[in-house]
């Protein structure tokens, strides 16, 4: 088979680029080595990943693909796809045998809406039918979409030669470029032998265990029988419509629920202070962890897991090269971080469009090269950026009063770009979540040294410090103490 373009890997990053690749007229193999419809992590969306997608959609002429960039577009239009309602985050701190109380001005409690109603709202997305759905458009595009691809060997030389063996025997791809969309897979990292970023300079530690579940308890009833509805009065929308973010000693456990009854939740876990003990099986270590955590534990008394744990390792890596002269890595092959605050699907969808205009203008060209290797800088230092916020909030788990103004370095970034993405004033291939602002991130890098050393009683004195660092892009009354960790959306326009 010879192709203009080989993407390998067919989650909902490369399935977008493979229709957008054909929609511009190009021949396209995308390559899978397992089968659709099937389970995927990377569940939960964000306004600016919405406004990736609906962006997608106008500049490459996708009109299907813009109902999924709202929740109540998704729900009218593809109701056969199943999706979460995201109001915005919360955030909970538990201390291990101690049920959950809440605390007096919410000291332990911090929700940010990020949309001001439910049919504007954020969506999770349920992976195994959305990523099935954008494979079942490339196909219908034109894409030659071979699935049960097992590839032994990438040649790197004119162009591309991947030699892949599928159920009915051996399939070799010709390919002028080449794609890398395998995330966890790292094709290209391993076929190429790009050289790691060093895992001591990652600053973000944390492994993995979680899977789907039916019958979770959502928190807010188990908030109101607990202390009674004054308990989530304050709350800004409800608190389970959201990336739930239960905080436990050097961890965290993400909750996201389905609108079909399943819930997909799992724990974030420092790996040396929560190592994997030996002979511990990753049930018995999910209900170890429950049951330190009186509250947790009642709210999954009646769950049951739909399908296997899945247990990783350290899930920190970052590569010193996402894209060359003929190649490119969408981000989750180039590198991750943790689910903390949701940035991947964004990231990947600022990264789609990117490529996607880069092959649509400069296929041929001779500036080609040189875009690509600005999109590979820019796919690098975002995660790097990442890594930061994401690293800080970790060390400061064990103080939620530094922990929350060091999070609002997300939400004060998300926010401004949101709004600039409202005012049509987004500049040109702007990386994600200001990571190319060099005034916002210096000064988020100050605020980064410093938060894991501030004491709890000095929360105050350093959240004041924060609103100055970053009053310009502040345009939401982050970090305001009169609003006792409770934002309510609100936009500036
Ligand atoms: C534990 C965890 C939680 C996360 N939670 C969130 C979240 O809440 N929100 C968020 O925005 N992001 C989250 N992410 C990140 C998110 O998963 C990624 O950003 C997103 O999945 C990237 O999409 P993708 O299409 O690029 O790759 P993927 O979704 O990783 O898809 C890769 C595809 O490539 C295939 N593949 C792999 N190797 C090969 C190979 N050698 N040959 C052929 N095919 C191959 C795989 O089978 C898969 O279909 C999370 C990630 C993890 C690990």
Known sequence: MDVDLAIVGSGFGGALLAIIARQMGLSVALLERGVHPRFAIGESSTPLADFKLAAIAD???LDWLRPFSKYGTWKATYPQIAC??????????????????PAPGNANALLVAASPDDLHADTHWFRADFDAHL??????????????????????????????????????????????????????GRALDIKPVDS??????????????????RWGDLLTEMAGPAAIASHP?????????????????WI???????????????????????????????????????????????????????????????????AGADWAMLPHAAGFLDAW??????QTLFAVERLGKILADDWRSPRRAERLAAYGRSVLNELEWMDEITGTCFEC??????????????????????????????????????????????????????????????AARFAAEFRAAIAPYNLCGLGDPSRCNMYPFSTAS
């Open 59 to 61: 500049r490459f002429g």
């Open 84 to 101: 979460g309602l995201k109001r915005g985050f919360s955030f909970f701190r538990h201390h291990p045998g101690h049920d959950f109380i």
């Open 135 to 188: 494979v079942e458009r490339a196909i219908a595009a034109g894409v030659a979409y071979l699935d049960h691809a097992e590839i032994h060997r990438v040649i790197h030389d004119v162009g591309w030669t991947i030699e892949a063996i599928r159920p009915e025997g051996e399939k070799r791809i010709r390919a002028s470029f080449l794609i890398d969309a395998t995330g966890d897979g790292q094709l290209l």
């Open 200 to 217: 001591a300079h990652l600053r973000a530690r944390s492994r993995a265990l979680y899977s789907h579940f039916t019958g979770v308890e």
């Open 237 to 253: 929308f409800p608190c389970d419509a959201a990336a739930l973010h239960q905080i436990i000693d050097n961890g965290w456990m």
């Open 256 to 322: 996201l629920r389905f609108d079909h009854g399943i819930a997909s939740a799992g724990f974030s876990l420092h790996p040396d202070v929560h190592p994997i003990r030996p002979n511990e099986s990753p049930e018995a270590e999910w209900q170890r962890l429950l049951g330190a955590h009186p509250l947790l534990a009642r709210q999954f008394a009646k769950a049951e897991t739909v399908r296997p744990f899945v247990r990783t390792g350290r899930l920190q890596r970052r590569l010193t090269q996402a």
């Open 341 to 346: 605050l949701s940035p991947g699907i964004a």
């Open 397 to 458: 788990f064990d103080r939620f009063e530094v922990m929350a103004p060091v999070s609002m370095l997300y939400f004060a970034a998300a926010h401004y770009c949101e709004e600039r993405e409202r005012a049509g004033k987004a500049p040109p291939d702007a990386a994600f979540l200001l990571a190319d602002d060099p005034a916002y991130r210096q000064a988020a890098s100050r605020l980064c040294q410093a938060a894991p050393r501030i004491a709890a009683s000095d």
